[in-house]
């Protein structure tokens, strides 16, 4: 049976260094500690590890630019996932084209049709859907391709996605713990499978796991727009006495900061009066005060995986997609 041929990202593990350090080592550039270079070159030398893909991508026109899809560009989530993308690229040389396609699918169709023409190595999108126009624009640009933030595996597309319903049940469930049991959900489309989707599946779940029923008074689809938050706390403030929530869920940090400016405006007091919880743990949520309690994601790690799978493609060509699920952890603070 032939052996998987080893990567760069294998050998990084095997000496117990970042894949940075071993592309300096191959490429000859950057400092590198004696100690350090000995063992990664004895680790290759016993492995029999040859780069010879990762040279002829390095001397190909097509191999220097990866493409890289983003939906909005002013984004916390955006910045910290390209920040970890270009961390890992451009050690081994590789140059980042950025796309912002402001959410519409069709700047996204663009995106790929000028990636198709720049011959890039390869696209990391950070998508917020995925529809049959899109799917078509992939096909046809016939790329390879790593998907953040969507699970497009189905599409046999490597797909680099967090766990968006235990988050949002598990950030639930601590308002249901506190003592509440009215509590307001700020969401946005279904179109958005993942924030939309599985972030609202994830709040239902937990009221359902509680014996509560799910009320969809409760329960409001705002935008990503500013002022969003406000507009949609607005709407649930029309509810009065025993029907109104004591606590407010956002499944975005930035939706939960408009959430928390509406009740100061209405003399409302966070905690006391109303609970109000994010998700995304964005540098807002540590800022606003009360500080945010939120999940935690790991962006920029999420930017680095998602880079390693696409070199790992470009290097083996797997069959198989995969789906790697990121993980998280409640930031808990003064907000609940």
């Known amino acids: 049976m032939p052996q998987k041929r080893l990567t760069i990202r294998d050998i990084a593990a095997l000496a117990g260094v970042s894949t940075s350090t071993v592309s300096r080592v191959l490429n000859n550039s950057g400092y590198v500690k004696a100690e350090v270079r000995e063992r990664i070159e004895a680790v290759m030398s016993q492995t029999h590890y040859t780069p010879s893909e990762l040279a002829k991508q390095l001397k190909s026109h097509r191999s220097g630019l990866i493409g890289v899809i983003i939906p909005k560009i002013n ?33 996204e169709q663009a995106a790929y049709d000028l990636f198709r023409r720049q011959r890039v190595a390869g696209v990391l999108h950070l998508a917020t859907t995925v529809n049959h126009s899109l799917i078509d624009a992939i096909r046809g640009a016939a790329l390879p391709i790593v998907m953040i933030g969507q699970d497009a595996s189905r599409l046999e597309i490597t797909s680099v996605i967090q766990n968006e319903r235990s988050a949002a049940r598990q950030i639930t469930e ?118 945010l309690s939120t999940v935690h994601y790991d962006y920029a790690g999420t930017g680095a995986e998602a880079a390693l799978r696409l070199l790992d493609i470009r290097e083996t060509r797997p069959r198989a997609a995969s789906s790697v699920v990121m993980p998280y952890r409640l930031a808990l603070r003064q907000s609940t």
């Open 75 to 107: 984004s916390y989530t955006t910045s910290e996932i390209v920040a970890g993308i270009s961390a890992t690229l451009a050690p081994l040389r590789y140059q980042m084209l950025l796309a912002n396609t402001a959410n519409s699918v069709e700047e």
């Open 174 to 291: 601590h308002l249901l713990a506190a003592g509440h049991t009215r509590v307001g959900l700020v969401t946005v489309s279904e179109e958005d499978i993942q924030i939309g989707g599985e972030r609202t599946a994830g709040y239902v779940e937990a009221l359902q796991a509680r014996g509560l029923s799910v009320d969809p008074d409760l329960i409001v689809r705002a935008s990503f727009q500013t002022g969003a938050g406000e507009e949609a706390a607005e709407q649930l403030l029309r509810a009065t006495g025993s029907a109104r929530c004591t606590a407010i869920l956002a499944v975005t940090d930035r939706l939960a900061v408009g959430v928390m400016a509406c009740l100061h405006d209405h003399g409302l007091r966070v905690p006391d009066d109303i609970a109000v919880a994010g998700m995304g743990d964005s540098d807002m949520a540590r800022m606003v005060r009360p500080a």
